[in-house]
C-alpha cells in the first residue's frame, strides 16, 4: 500500500515543480474585470461523481474563486492547485464565508471524476474546494463562456484564475501565481 503524500509534502513539491520550470515562486498577477459571458446552468460531475449544476450548487450567491488544471499536468497546474490549497487554509479561520473554491479541469477527455479525486487528494480539499468535470461539449462551452482558451489542447492553458461574485456576474481575472494578499484582496473587493 503506498502511502499518500501529506499536504506540506505536496506544497513543497508543487512548489519545488514552478522552480525547477524556471517559474518563479509568485509570477506578477494582473487584475482585469471579466466581460459578462453567458454563463448557464451546466450539468458537471464533482470528484465524488456526483452531478452537480454549474450555477444553482456551485455557485449560488458565493463569491468563488476558479481555476482551471488537468490531472495529467506536470508544469504549472500542481503550483497552482497548491496555491487553492493554501487559499482554503487561510479562508478555514471564516467558517461562514461563503466563497467558493473551484478547480475545472480543462480536459475533459481524460479527467474522470476518479482521476480528479485521485489528483485532489494530494491537496486535502475541504468541502467548499469543488473539482469538476463533466460531458466534454458542455465543459468546453463553460470554458469559452469563462475565456479560457485552450484550442482544445489542455497544455495550453494560461495559469489563470477568476474570482467572482456569481450572482452579480462581477468577475475578476488574475493572471499568474497571485499571493494570498492578492487573492484576498480580490475576494474582499467583490464582497
Known amino acids: 500500500m503506498t502511502r499518500q503524500p501529506t499536504r506540506r509534502a505536496a506544497l513543497l513539491s508543487a512548489l ?3 522552480a525547477l520550470l524556471g517559474l518563479p515562486r509568485q509570477l506578477p498577477a494582473q487584475s482585469q ?6 454563463m448557464d446552468d451546466v450539468a458537471l460531475r464533482a470528484r465524488d461523481g456526483r ?3 454549474w450555477r444553482s450548487d456551485v455557485l449560488r450567491d458565493r463569491i468563488a474563486v476558479v481555476n482551471f488544471v488537468y490531472t495529467t499536468c506536470s508544469s504549472i497546474c500542481p503550483p497552482m492547485s497548491a496555491m487553492m490549497a493554501e487559499l482554503q487554509r487561510s479562508l478555514a479561520h471564516e467558517p461562514a464565508s461563503p466563497v467558493a473554491l473551484v478547480s475545472l479541469s480543462v480536459d475533459p477527455l481524460t479527467d474522470t471524476p476518479q482521476r480528479l479525486e485521485h489528483f ?6 475541504g468541502p467548499r474546494w469543488w473539482w469538476l468535470t463533466g460531458e466534454p461539449g458542455a465543459v468546453f462551452g463553460l470554458l469559452d463562456a469563462l475565456g479560457v482558451q485552450t484550442g482544445g489542447d489542455p497544455q495550453s ?3 489563470l484564475w477568476l474570482v467572482g461574485a456569481a450572482g452579480r456576474g462581477d468577475w475578476r ?4 501565481l497571485p499571493t494570498l494578499a492578492q487573492m484576498h484582496a480580490a475576494i474582499r473587493e467583490l464582497s
Open 16 to 18: 519545488a515543480g514552478a
Open 33 to 38: 474585470a471579466l466581460p459578462p459571458g453567458r
Open 51 to 53: 452531478p452537480v449544476r
Open 120 to 125: 485532489a487528494r494530494a491537496f486535502e480539499p
Open 157 to 159: 492553458h494560461a495559469p
Open 173 to 176: 481575472r488574475l493572471v499568474g
